[in-house]
């Protein structure tokens, strides 16, 4: 499984993504409970702009296991991508609210907020960054 991981991803690298998608299929076949998986399909679709479908594989990697940051994370690009900056934000904060500690997320949702022109909640997410 581990080869056909590295393949997975070298196709994703070289932005064959038709081939990476195949590839992270194949292995959710022979192990359907890896959110892991889910995750890295879910940005092979938001690379190549199909939406629901990453929507799907991200939802699909959080009802495995909601407790993965990043996929919440790639989730709120997807939202962000469709024009969704509220869902963007319900994400992200999700996301903080499993590890209020994690800096990537703080400042992911402050580039959102700033997006929405919430200057002073993304100084403040700002400044938790800096501080921790």
Do not use: C
Request: aromatic share 12%; charged share 35%.
């Amino acid at each position: 499984m581990e080869k056909s991981i590295k393949k997975a991803l070298e196709h994703f690298e070289k932005e064959e993504y038709h081939s990476a998608i195949k590839e992270f299929e194949s292995l959710l076949e022979e192990t359907p409970d890896n959110p892991y998986l889910y995750n890295n399909l879910g940005t092979v679709y938001y690379k190549i702009g199909k939406w629901d479908k990453a929507i799907e594989s991200y939802k699909k990697a959080i009802e495995i296991d909601s407790n993965i940051t990043e996929v919440y994370e790639n989730l709120a690009d997807v939202y962000l991508a469709e024009g969704k900056t509220l869902e963007a934000l319900e994400e992200l904060q999700k996301a903080i609210s499993i590890n209020p500690l994690n800096s990537d997320s703080r400042y992911h949702y402050a580039k959102v907020l700033l997006q929405d022109y919430r200057f002073d909640d993304a100084v403040d997410q700002l400044e938790e960054v800096v501080n921790m």
